[in-house]
């Protein structure tokens, strides 16, 4: 078993100590003060510390490669082996973009983590210490979190539900699990899982085009999920969850914006309570798309508004392009490296 105290669960670490308060104190320590020395947790008895340290627990971090700032105020990490989170200041919330996997087996056509293809998957202290680390560096109050980062976060959903229970204790980062967004890209199952989990998390899905062969041309996975399938799952996450699914389509210019794609996805949508997002392409050398400019994503905004009437869309004005931290840029320099 893991002895990094940063793995348990407020009540897992209720049964390693004696009493329930000395587990507040110590994820008191460990996940508001960020403190990493069990010598230093002052409030509980040096017997304790001492028994604790004896019997092999310590308390672990990921270690920061680098880091790049990007001109938009967001900033990108690169911790350990290669994984990368990045840190979103907004006006009225911090977000945290998370891994969940070093790499991503999927191999989207579009994705920088997928041409790195599966590396490992990420232990759950390591998820949730993301967003430890980057709210201890940057000295700022982490609002939310967003499992948008390297990897699919339902195919490691053990760890990554671990990760939730860690990052929403009041006593510790305290995220509220609705301010918590997990993107698939739609591992059908998992998803109901997802419906029936303890923690009212948001979903995010990768739907990228709702005529099923192209969405096959462009997301491997699509061939093993229907699009019918996951249609069943969202409503059935909806009425467990009631929380708005978002709809995340990628704008490949010429590929998915043609009237005929905005009417398939109408049909798609028809029943389900959700808001479109719709994120500009990033540019990834590998691969030919054309990234298209504010014109032509306003154009396609546009059309979308108008076919689909009173569903709400947005844009996603990608943050960190120039540091390659923005959607599907993760993993871009391990991937460069490796050619
Ligand atoms: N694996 C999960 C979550 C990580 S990717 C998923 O696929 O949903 C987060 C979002 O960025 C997904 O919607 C993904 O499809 C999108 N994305 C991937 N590559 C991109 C690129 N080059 N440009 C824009 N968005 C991209
Ligand atoms: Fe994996 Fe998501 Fe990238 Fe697809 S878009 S390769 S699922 S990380």
């Given amino acids: 078993m893991n002895k990094n105290l940063k793995s ?28 990493d020395r069990i010598e230093e947790f002052s409030d509980i008895s040096k017997r304790l510390r001492k028994k604790l340290i004896d019997e ?33 200041p907004e006006k009225n919330r911090n977000t945290v973009c998370v891994s969940s996997q070093l790499g991503c087996n999927l191999k989207c056509k579009f994705c920088a983590t997928g041409l790195l293809g599966f590396r ?21 109050k982490i609002t939310n979190v967003v ?5 699919e976060p339902l195919l490691n959903f053990e760890n990554v539900k671990q990760a939730i229970r860690i990052m929403t204790s009041h006593i510790g980062l305290n995220i509220g699990a609705k301010h918590i967004t997990i993107s698939t890209s739609g591992i059908v199952p998992k998803i109901y899982e997802l419906a029936n989990f303890d923690r009212r998390v948001k979903l995010a899905i990768s739907l990228h085009s709702a005529i099923e062969e192209k969405r096959i041309k462009i997301m491997p996975i699509a061939k093993a999920y229907s699009l019918r399938e996951i249609k069943e799952a969202l409503i059935y996450y ?6 708005r699914i978002t709809i995340e389509y990628i704008h490949l210019k010429g590929f998915n914006d043609t009237d005929e794609d905005i009417y398939e996805l109408r049909k ?7 808001k479109i997002n719709i994120i500009p392409y990033n540019k990834v050398d590998y691969f030919d798309w054309e990234a298209p400019n504010e014109e032509d994503v306003y154009n396609f905004y546009d059309k979308l508004k108008k076919i689909l009437d009173n569903v709400v869309i947005t844009i996603r004005w990608s943050k960190g392009r120039d540091i390659y931290g923005a959607c599907g840029q993760l993993g871009y320099q391990l991937v460069h490296n490796a050619k």
């Fill in 8 to 35: 348990f669960t407020l009540r897992q670490l209720g049964e390693i100590v004696e009493k329930p308060y000395n587990s507040i104190q110590i994820y008191r320590w460990i996940w508001k003060k960020g403190v």
């Fill in 56 to 88: 092999g627990y310590f308390v672990g971090n990921i270690g920061e490669k680098f880091r790049i700032n990007s001109s938009d105020g967001s900033v990108k990490f690169v911790f350990e082996d290669g994984y990368e989170a990045v840190y979103m």
């Fill in 120 to 140: 490992r998957n990420l232990m759950a202290w390591e998820i949730a210490d993301q967003v430890l680390q980057i709210s201890k560096k940057l000295n700022k």
């Fill in 147 to 151: 499992f948008m980062g390297m990897g």
């Fill in 238 to 243: 909806l009425e467990k969850q009631r929380l």
């Fill in 268 to 274: 798609f949508i028809r029943g389900i309570d959700c």
